[in-house]
């Protein structure tokens, strides 16, 4: 699981992810708790430490990879959304809920 991906990629991955899981703890429903908008929104919110450039890098990444699906517009990606597959396997990873996800973040981090 994940052996496809860079460290970048798997932790913005499980960031997506543990964002994800907040929305739905929210009340929100599956399909808009997936939905994270563009590469530089994700970079702006949930990511303020890496560039937007990288952020964008790995959305792609991940859209490769069939974890995330994307619209591009303006050579970026423009609204990325989980997908089934990459919600499916983070369950899997982190049985142990938002926690787990957070150490894991925590080890990627350089």
Known sequence: M???LTNGARKTLAIL???YTEKLKNNCDIFTSSIFGSSVSIQKNLMPNSTPENVDHWCRELHRNGYLN???ADNIASETLLTDQA???MENRFRKGAKEVTDFIAKLIP
Request: proline share 0%; net charge negative; with cysteine.
């Open 70 to 72: 994307c619209l591009f």
């Open 2 to 4: 994940f052996d496809d």
């Open 87 to 89: 919600i499916r396997e």
């Open 17 to 19: 992810y543990r964002a």
